[in-house]
């Protein structure tokens, strides 16, 4: 798998990173050490989890398989602090110094290491004075607990703001890791431009659009689907209108006209658009995963790409 430079930093990552949401909750730990062996075999290096997801549940299943099931230093873990629940739901912020730090200790417990490779706070508050945050992110470099430190789920004036006050601090901001997909392409109005500006990889998260882009909810909701589950339907269901169902069919259409899964094509679009470093991709099981990562190779034709510009509106959503 291909090895990205994230932002203007010596961190390479692969261009597709594990996601690790369901761990501990949906995805026991069987499942879980089959996804992570099946990744690192194919070239997959970035693990990404978060204080929150599952109520650190995530962390300590991921840290329970390294070293064991893969060598700790074949993979860069990422984890972020600071905000509660999962991604897209209503989040509890607290971007403060004490509770960013407490958090990252923790989060070096549960995944058995003394450092993580990159470090995210996770959400903006707007009650933390920024220096505050910032200084927290300084104290994890410096320490030694955080080889590399940013942000996620930032807007673009609100990476701006942070890079810049963190590059007179001495702190380098290196990624901004915010949603993107066929159905969710607002950062690509302001934030991905800021980013190169500042300098700022952007890593992708759900680049399946939660779920849908995968066509399983084409005929209904699959009863094993992240849909059918109360921790995850009100994450899934934003995204299950009418104009969401037509870029599915778009997706479907080029998946059949290349003879390979809407899934292959929707992470294939997602994975190489313009400003993106890196897509964060979460499975289920371990079966879905191996799906995923089959079309690792697929380059979609020019004009395939266009059409599926032209059908999923660049303006949905909030991250700009």
């Known amino acids: 798998m291909e090895q990205r430079y994230l932002g203007r930093s010596g961190l390479r990552v692969s261009r597709i990173g594990l996601g690790t949401m369901t761990w501990g909750r949906d995805t026991d730990e069987h499942e879980a050490a089959d996804q992570l062996r099946s990744f690192v075999d194919v070239g997959g ?60 200790d923790t989060s070096l417990a549960r995944l058995r290491t003394d450092h993580v490779d990159l470090w995210l706070a996770q959400a903006w508050d707007p009650y933390v004075p920024l220096e505050e ?101 009100d994450f899934v269901e934003p995204y299950l209108d009418g104009r969401c169902r037509r870029v599915v069919e778009s997706v479907a259409t080029a998946a059949d006209g290349l003879g390979c899964a809407p899934v292959e094509v929707a992470l294939a679009w997602a994975r190489d658009a313009p400003g993106i470093a890196g897509i964060v991709l979460g499975a289920r099981t371990a079966a879905q995963l191996r799906g995923a990562l089959a079309g690792d190779d697929l380059v979609l034709p020019a004009e395939i790409r266009q059409a599926l510009d032209d059908v999923s509106d660049a303006r949905r959503g909030s991250n700009s």
């Open 133 to 233: 945050t910032l200084s927290a992110l300084q104290a994890a470099v410096t320490s030694g607990r955080a080889r590399y430190v940013g942000v996620a789920n930032h807007r673009a004036w609100q990476l701006a703001r942070t890079a810049t006050l963190a590059e007179r601090a001495g702190v380098q901001v290196v990624a901004d890791q915010v949603e993107y997909s066929l159905v969710e392409r607002s950062a690509e109005a302001e934030l991905l431009p800021a980013a190169a500006d500042v300098g700022a990889g952007v890593l992708g998260w759900s680049p399946l659009g939660r779920g849908v882009l995968t066509g399983k909810y084409r005929s209904g909701t699959p009863a094993d689907s992240r849909a059918a589950s109360p921790h995850f339907v």
């Open 45 to 104: 290096t970035l693990v990404d989890t978060a204080a929150g997801y599952a109520d650190g549940a995530s962390e300590e299943l991921l840290g329970s398989l390294l070293g064991d099931v893969v060598p700790r230093e074949d993979v860069a873990v990422c984890t972020a602090a600071g905000a509660a629940g999962a991604p897209g739901a209503e989040h509890v912020v607290d971007a403060s110094r004490r509770t960013l730090l407490a958090a990252l």
